[in-house]
């Protein structure tokens, strides 16, 4: 079992950064997902960022430009570096990992982390 472990979250005012971190116990051989995504009160989750074991990245774009995904593959760690932060970046920010397993990496799991909370004031 995967236990994630988010930090990072704070308050900050606009133009201000924080950098969060999802943390994973274990390790896999095979391919694996990291996605942060980030849900206000009242509205939808929304999709931010994710990072895939292979290097490649993706940005919401609302935060491409701002936001920097980065990871340590062999400890499945990410971070997510958040600058020029606004007031609508104010969400609590929630850290998924998909991963495959088994011999032949054929098994997915898939898991999610407490969530952070990140304010921005103006």
């Known amino acids: 079992q995967v236990q994630l472990a988010e930090s990072g979250g704070g308050s900050v005012q606009a133009g201000g950064s924080l950098r969060l971190s999802c943390a994973a116990s274990?390790?896999?051989?095979?391919?694996?997902?990291v996605t942060w995504y980030r849900q206000a009160p009242g509205k939808e989750r929304e999709f931010v960022s994710h990072i895939r074991r292979d290097g490649m990245t993706t940005y919401a774009d609302s935060v491409k430009g701002r936001f920097t995904i980065s990871q340590d593959n062999a400890k499945i760690t990410v971070l997510l570096q958040m600058n020029s932060l606004k007031p609508e970046d104010t969400a609590m920010y929630y850290c998924?990992?998909?991963?495959?397993?088994?011999?032949?990496?054929?098994?997915?799991?898939?898991?999610w982390g407490q969530g952070t909370q990140v304010t921005v004031s103006s």
């Open positions: 274990g390790s896999t051989a095979c391919t694996y997902i």
């Open positions: 998924n990992v998909l991963l495959f397993g088994g011999n032949r990496c054929s098994v997915p799991y898939n898991y």
